[in-house]
């Protein structure tokens, strides 16, 4: 493990750059139905709340856990959403906008935790893309490209529901 100093500017402004992301995505799926956020196209396994409950749980495992930290959500919010997960059921509108609301509100505390030095140590791993991740910076830059990936799914799944 290494520790690095990070500007904090620069890391509010990686934050910053996923949450405006976040906004737009949420303004754009606003109209839609809670069947059509939950519905799954023929050739995909996953739909697009899926996909926004991924991003939170993505945030998560590479930021928290990946930096040896615990998770800011539920276990069982995890595991729903993580890597190599599928929807299992349609969820609710409740549920739907809880994962609206959290897409926002985890990184309020993920800057909050950047801002308090949460992330000072974090440890080297290599992503499935074969990506070296040596820093807290590594990770936000991954993270960034991770959303952008899931916009596109979303972006494709909104197409297709629509």
């Known amino acids: 493990m ?16 996923i949450r405006k992301t976040r906004i737009k995505i949420i303004e754009g799926l606003k109209d839609l139905t809670s069947a059509q956020l939950n519905k799954i196209p023929q050739g995909f396994n996953n739909n697009i709340i899926w996909n926004l409950g991924h991003m939170i749980a993505a945030q998560e495992g590479i930021l928290y856990l990946r930096g040896g930290h615990p998770l800011r959500i539920k276990q069982d919010f ?70 952008g990936l899931h916009l596109g799914c979303i972006t494709a799944l909104k197409k297709l529901t629509v």
């Open 78 to 147: 995890f595991d729903s959403y993580k890597m190599g997960s599928k929807p299992e059921r349609e969820l609710v509108d409740s549920e739907i906008e809880d994962i609206r609301s959290l897409l926002i509100s985890s990184l309020d505390y993920l800057e909050t935790d950047f801002e308090a030095g949460l992330f000072q140590v974090y440890p080297n791993w290599t992503t499935r893309f074969g990506v070296d991740v040596s820093s807290f910076d590594d990770a936000m830059n991954f993270l960034i490209f991770h959303e």
């Open 2 to 17: 290494l520790t690095f100093t990070y500007n904090l500017q620069t890391m509010n402004k990686k934050i910053d750059t």
